[in-house]
């Protein structure tokens, strides 16, 4: 083929990828092609002369013993050191010949797969080129706009050169997409499929989509003064975020939340309504637990293996709960510990009980 080199640098740079890996894919579908016309069990070899600026195709045939029976089998595979000699003087039993062959020979059939082959090729080289960009991107906030909503409910998004999807069960609670509205999610992960091909897998409902909205809305986690330790979610109802600050300067809540809640409305809303709440983190699991049960005001946490034993007045008691469980089961989400409450008032009858003697029959009849 001429000028095979100019054809390889348009490709390369008409569809953004490396010269190189055009260069071997192209490579591929000359082998391929000289395969598939003239024997799949041939051995090809495909070199661009860069002077030529031409692809040059060559059948390799391995040089054997003159009472090699192979060379008589099959003489398409096989030559005798006898005959290569008369080829090359200095071969040796073990050694390839390399015979040119032209494509262009095989007429019709063979230029219309070489096309084929090229275009599949290429292909290839564009998915997986896609694939790595948003392999890379996992984890991340994407957007674009929704294109359909199909009959199982799924939210189709158009993302630049590749579409994405927000399957029904990752879509908060509540939310209504339709076409034209501009949709924001994590990326979860990229799907190569056979029928749809590369598409991104995107949720609504991960932490680490409240996460990543909260960088976006908080320079201080962006810049590294504050770092988000653990997050809790009921996606669109309510989630807890325990953060630290880096600096004596900066309070983490605080800045969290934001001049008059301004910040952590705006993830709020983009999470169609979930409440937040920002706590400061500690190491120390007492202190962590009680924290995270806020607003609830607790007088003692006593750690026992796995279990957080909370002590608290008898009007705390709802607000640790919270409406639903919702409040407890956060807490629990978010510090890893199974949290049993106790009321004051119940844990002080149970230490006098404990350190009580207790009277038997038999004490009784002594005297």
Avoid at 344 to 350: I, P, S
Wanted: contains cysteine.
């Amino acid at each position: 083929m001429e000028k095979i080199v100019d054809i390889i640098d348009s490709i390369a740079h008409e569809k953004g990828l490396d010269v190189a890996a055009v260069t071997e894919a192209i490579k591929r579908a000359f082998i391929n092609t000289a395969k598939k016309v003239i024997g799949e069990d041939l051995e090809f070899e495909a070199e661009i002369d860069p002077k030529s600026k031409k692809m040059q195709l060559f059948q390799k045939i391995m040089v054997v013993a003159d009472d090699d029976e192979r060379a008589k089998e099959d003489p398409e595979r096989y030559v005798t050191i006898s005959e290569a000699k008369e080829i090359d003087p200095d071969v040796e039993i073990g050694d390839e010949l390399r015979f040119p062959i032209e494509l262009e020979k095989y007429g019709r059939t063979a230029a219309m797969r070489l096309h084929n082959e090229i275009e599949y090729h290429i292909q290839r080289l564009l998915e997986d080129q896609l694939f790595q960009k948003y392999k890379n991107r996992v984890g991340t906030i994407i957007s674009g706009p929704v294109t359909r909503v199909d009959e199982e409910e799924n939210t189709w998004v158009e993302i630049d050169e590749v579409k994405g999807v927000l399957p029904r069960r990752y879509r908060i609670k509540g939310e209504v997409f339709k076409p034209g509205d501009t949709l924001r999610a994590i990326l979860r992960r990229v799907v190569v499929d056979k029928v749809y091909g590369i598409y991104l897998e995107l949720s609504r409902t991960t932490p680490k989509f409240l996460e990543e909205l909260l960088k976006l809305e908080v320079p201080e986690i962006k810049d590294g003064l504050i770092t988000i330790e653990k997050v809790a979610r009921i996606p669109g109802e309510r989630a807890k975020v325990a953060v630290t600050s880096h600096s004596p300067k900066i309070d983490p809540v605080g800045a969290c939340v934001g001049v008059k809640g301004v910040r952590i409305n705006a993830v709020s809303k983009e999470l169609n309504g979930e409440n937040i709440d920002c706590i400061e983190y500690s190491p120390i699991p007492e202190i962590f637990v009680a924290r995270s049960l806020s607003p609830a005001i607790i007088t003692s946490v006593k750690i026992e293996g796995e279990k957080a034993i909370v002590t608290l007045p008898p009007d705390q008691k709802s607000k640790a709960i919270g409406k639903s469980g919702i409040n407890i089961r956060l807490a629990s989400m978010l510090t890893g510990y199974e949290i049993e409450l106790v009321e004051k008032g119940a844990a002080v009858e149970e230490q006098k009980e404990e350190e009580e003697p207790k009277i038997t029959l038999q004490d009784l009849f002594k005297d």
